[in-house]
C-alpha cells in the first residue's frame, strides 16, 4: 500500500516537473521566435533594406531579393517603401532644421518618438519607387497586405500572431523611431551604442549623416557587416 501511494505521489511529482519544463519551453521557443522575428523585421528589413538599400542606394541587391525583402518589411508596420523612402530622404535633406520632419530639437522627443508615422509625406523624394509598379503595388494595398497575414496567424494561433508579428513590429517602430527621437540632439546626430546595439547598427548616426550611403558605420554594425558578407565579398571597408 506505502509503495504504491509513493508510486502515485512520484508520479504526480515527475508530471509537475513535466509540465513547468514543458510550460518554460513553450515561453521560450516564443521569446527565440520573437528576437528572430525583430531581427527580421528591423535589421534585414528596415535597416539593411528600407534605410541603406532604398532610401541611400549603398549597395547593389538582386532586384528580386530587392522585392522580397521588402515585402516581408511591410509587416514592421513602419509604412509603404515609397511613404517611408520619401520621409527619410526629406529628413537627409533637411536634418535637425525646422524642415525636418521629425527633429527632436524642434518637434520634442515625445511628437517624434509616438507621432512620426504622421508626417507629411511627399511623393518628390520617392520618384523612383513611384515608377515601380512592386512599390505602387505594395504602397497601395499595404493595409490589405497586413490585415490579411494578421488574420491568417490569429485563424492558425492567436498567440502567433501576437509573438511573430505584433510584437516584433512592435519592438521594430519603438527602437527604430528611438534612433530618431534620441539619436539627435543639440541639434545634430551623435552615436548611442547601446541603441546601436539593440538596432543591429542604425544608431552609429553621426557616422551615417556623414556618409549616408556608406552600407558599414562602425565594427559593431552588424547589418553593414552582414552587407559585406552578402553583396561586397570582394570590397573591402574600413570601420571605426
Known sequence: ????????????????????LGIQSVYLVRIHA????????????MIMTYHRLLTHRSYPCPKWLEYLLSFITTFSFTGSAITWIAIHRKHHKYADTEKDPHSPDYLGF?????FTAFAEVEGRYATDLMRDKFYK?????????IYFMLILL????????????LFPASLTLFFGTLVLSWAHKDYKPRTVLWLALITFGDAFH???????????????????????????????????
Open 110 to 114: 515625445w511628437r517624434v518618438q509616438f
Open 206 to 240: 553621426d557616422v551615417h549623416h556623414n556618409h549616408p550611403n556608406k552600407h558599414r558605420l562602425h565594427k559593431y554594425d552588424i547589418i553593414g557587416w552582414i552587407i559585406e558578407k552578402l553583396f561586397l565579398r570582394n570590397k573591402t571597408t574600413p570601420v571605426g
Open 34 to 45: 520573437s528576437a528572430l522575428m525583430y531581427f527580421v523585421l528591423n535589421g534585414l528589413g
Open 154 to 165: 490569429l485563424l492558425i494561433d492567436p498567440m502567433l500572431a501576437v509573438y511573430v508579428l
Open 137 to 145: 503595388w505594395q504602397h497601395k494595398h499595404y493595409t490589405k497586405i
Open 1 to 20: 500500500m506505502y509503495s504504491s501511494i509513493h508510486h502515485v505521489k512520484y508520479l504526480k511529482s515527475t508530471s509537475c516537473v513535466v509540465g513547468i
